[in-house]
């Protein structure tokens, strides 16, 4: 089962940017999308929007990172948001034997890092906050998974 797909908005005029191509990479992103869409709380978002420049640690040269999402709350709040497994999250275990995986995942890690740290600066620079939500985040919000 393929866990990615264009998420169709239903209330276009809070969407900011292009309603057409909102594509989801997970079963989690399309229940945010979903539930971000139909947050009476929720005044304004968007998904893969905003673009924030950084330069990874795993090779120093400059990248452009597409953040998740984009939400401005009925309150004035405004934040970033990237969606990633707790998993991804973490720095990896150090196993026994360094195997290819493990090089892998340390490699993804430390990409990772430098984007959140990018967008930690950017969303400074802007009054935005910065947030990485997991499953654990998400189901706190009562967003339940449906498949």
Same mark, same amino acid.
């Given at each position: 089962? /393929? ?11 809070? #969407? &900011?940017?292009?309603? /057409? ?7 989690? @992103? ?8 139909? +947050? ?8 893969? @929007? ?7 640690r795993t090779d120093g040269r400059m990248h452009r990172y597409f ?7 009925? +309150?004035?709040? @405004? ?10 999250? @973490? ?10 995986? #493990? ?8 990409? +990772?890092?430098? &984007? ?5 600066? #950017?969303?400074?620079? &802007?009054? #935005? /906050? ?6 654990? /985040? ?10």
């Amino acid at each position: 089962m /393929t866990y990615k797909g264009i998420y169709r908005i239903k209330h276009i005029a809070k #969407y &900011k940017g292009d309603h /057409t191509k909102v594509v989801y990479r997970s079963l989690w @992103e399309r229940q945010v999308f979903r539930w971000a869409d139909e +947050n009476p709380d929720v005044l304004s978002w968007s998904s893969e @929007e905003i673009v924030v420049p950084y330069i990874c640690r795993t090779d120093g040269r400059m990248h452009r990172y597409f953040v998740d999402l984009f939400i401005k709350f009925s +309150n004035g709040k @405004e934040y970033l948001i990237e969606i990633k497994p707790k998993k991804q999250t @973490e720095a990896p275990k150090v196993p026994a034997r360094k195997t290819p995986r #493990y090089i892998a995942e340390v490699m993804g890690y430390a990409k +990772n890092i430098s &984007k959140w740290e990018a967008a930690e600066a #950017y969303c400074k620079s &802007k009054g #935005y /906050t910065f947030e990485v939500w997991t499953e654990e /985040t998400i189901k706190g919000l009562g967003i339940k998974l449906i498949t």
